[in-house]
C-alpha cells in the first residue's frame, strides 16, 4: 500500500503537471463534470506565483477541459483560505522548502486529507508531489533545492509512503542510488513525461 490513510481521492504525482499526453488523458479519465468542478492552484512556490508561465498555463489546461472555476491560492499570503469547496487541488513546482514552511503554516496537510475524504483529486507537480511523502530530504540532496527559509524539520506530510524524485533523468542516478543507500528508501523515479497515480491505495505509473 503506498497510502496509509487514502481510501477514496486520488493522488496524480508528476513531474510537469498535465503536459505529457498520456497524464492528461488519464486525468481527464478520473473527472467527472468539470463545469461543476472547482479547482485550486497553489502557487505558493512558484517563482512569480500566479504570474509564472506555469500557473498561467495550467489554467489554460482546466480551462480548456471545461472548468470554469479556476482559482489562484497562495498558501504564504492567505493561510487561511478555505479550501473545502474544491474538489481539485493543484500544487505548482519551486522550491520545496519554501512550499514546506508555508504549506504547514496554512495546516495544508488537514485541507489535503479533506479533499480526498470528500473523493477529490490532489496533483502535485515537481514539489507538489514531494511534500506529500514521508520526508523532503531528497530536495536537498538529490538535483538539490536551496533551504532559502531556513527549514530545520524535513518531515513531509505523509500522505502517501512513496519518496518522489521529479525532474528524473539518468544522469541522476547515482546521486539517486547514493542517496537510496544512505537513508534506506526506495525512491520513486519520474520523469518529465510519466506520473504515479495513488488509487486505494495502490499505484499506477503512467507513461
Known amino acids: ?87 481539485i487541488i493543484y500544487v505548482c513546482g519551486g522550491n520545496t522548502f519554501k512550499l514546506l514552511k508555508f504549506a504547514r503554516n496554512a495546516n495544508f496537510k488537514l485541507s489535503i486529507e479533506k479533499l480526498l475524504e470528500r473523493n477529490g483529486i490532489y496533483i502535485g507537480v515537481s514539489a507538489g508531489s514531494i511534500i506529500v511523502g ?19 524539520d524535513l518531515t513531509g506530510f505523509g500522505i502517501t509512503n512513496l519518496i518522489v524524485l521529479p525532474h528524473y533523468s539518468s544522469e541522476v542516478e547515482e546521486e539517486t542510488k547514493a542517496f537510496e543507500a544512505k537513508h534506506g528508501v526506495i525512491v520513486e523515479r519520474l520523469s518529465n513525461s510519466q506520473a504515479a497515480l495513488i488509487e486505494n491505495g495502490e499505484k499506477t505509473i503512467i507513461e
Do not use: C, R, W
Open 134 to 152: 514521508p520526508s523532503i530530504e531528497i530536495a536537498g540532496e538529490v538535483v538539490a533545492d536551496k533551504n532559502e527559509v531556513g527549514l530545520e
Open 1 to 87: 500500500m503506498y497510502n496509509k490513510l487514502m481510501n477514496k481521492g486520488f493522488l496524480l504525482l508528476t513531474s510537469t503537471g498535465l503536459t505529457s499526453p498520456n497524464i492528461y488523458k488519464k486525468f481527464k479519465d478520473v473527472v467527472y463534470d468539470p463545469q461543476k468542478q472547482s479547482v485550486a492552484i497553489i502557487t505558493t512556490a512558484a517563482e512569480g506565483k500566479e504570474n509564472n508561465k506555469y500557473s498561467q498555463l495550467a489554467k489554460k489546461q482546466f480551462e480548456s477541459l471545461g472548468f470554469v472555476s479556476v482559482d489562484f491560492v497562495d498558501l504564504e499570503t492567505q493561510p487561511e483560505k478555505d479550501l473545502s469547496s474544491y474538489e
